[in-house]
């Protein structure tokens, strides 16, 4: 069966850099690519970029294009999210998950990472 | 960028009323759109895509309609699971974008 299990929860301070797994199983890695989605504390969700593990190219909402590195691990089906210079709102749950193409929505999601920025 | 605005925020039920909820595009979408269902603590779960097919096990009082930029997820037959948080979102080649969501509640 599909599953994504993402890395624990981290605590940073601000201006630190913080970098979170997404080990994928039960499908062909490659042939999918990876959103990652955050969620503030009591907040909505937000789109934050995808990476696809075909063609390794991104694309990163613009807000976070200067902040965001999103890379895959074929050897391992594993996908990062290494977010930087952190400051105290990117305290949120950093959630993958998987994306067949760009007119699909994301059935598998990961359980999510708690990053909390604070000094 | 596509934003999306979903009506209303919070929604007041009681188990067995129908509720509807709207989600609203800045420009046109077509079909593609979903919906997700998500409770405190969980990742979303997608329950409809392309605007109204129904993801494999979800139950039939939850359904969806609408094209263009304006979207509906109708829930029948309200059961104490349903009380949640609903989000719709866009996808498309270039972006995917949440509506602020629409919390269900007793």
């Known amino acids: 069966q599909v599953q994504l299990v993402q890395s624990g929860a981290e605590v940073k301070k601000p201006g630190d850099s913080v970098k979170v797994s997404c080990k994928t199983s039960?499908?062909?890695?490659?042939?999918?690519?990876i959103s990652w989605v955050r969620q503030a504390p009591g907040q909505g969700l937000e789109w934050m970029g995808w990476f696809s593990a075909n063609n390794a190219k991104a694309n990163v909402v613009q807000k976070f294009q200067d902040r965001v590195t999103m890379t895959t691990d074929t050897s391992t089906a594993t996908a990062y999210m290494e977010l930087r210079s952190l400051r105290s709102d990117d305290t949120a749950v950093y959630y993958c998950?998987?994306?067949?193409?760009?007119?699909?929505?994301?059935?598998?999601w990961g359980q999510g990472t708690l990053v909390t920025v604070s000094s | 960028d596509i934003q999306m605005t979903q009506s209303p925020s919070i929604l007041s039920a009681s188990v067995g009323d129908r509720v509807t909820i709207t989600c609203r595009a800045s420009?046109?979408?077509?079909?593609?759109l979903a919906w997700y269902q998500q409770k405190p603590g969980k990742a979303p779960n997608l329950l409809i895509s392309?605007?109204?097919s129904l993801e494999s096990g979800v139950p039939s009082r939850f359904s969806g309609n609408g094209s263009g930029t304006e979207f509906t997820l109708t829930i029948s037959n309200l059961q104490p699971d349903d009380f949640a948080t609903y989000y719709c979102q866009q996808y498309n080649i270039y972006s995917r974008t949440f509506g602020q969501g629409t919390k269900v509640e007793i």
């Open positions: 039960g499908y062909t890695f490659t042939s999918y690519s």
């Open positions: 420009q046109s979408i077509i079909k593609w």
């Open positions: 392309k605007a109204s």
């Open positions: 998950a998987r994306v067949y193409n760009a007119y699909a929505p994301s059935l598998y």
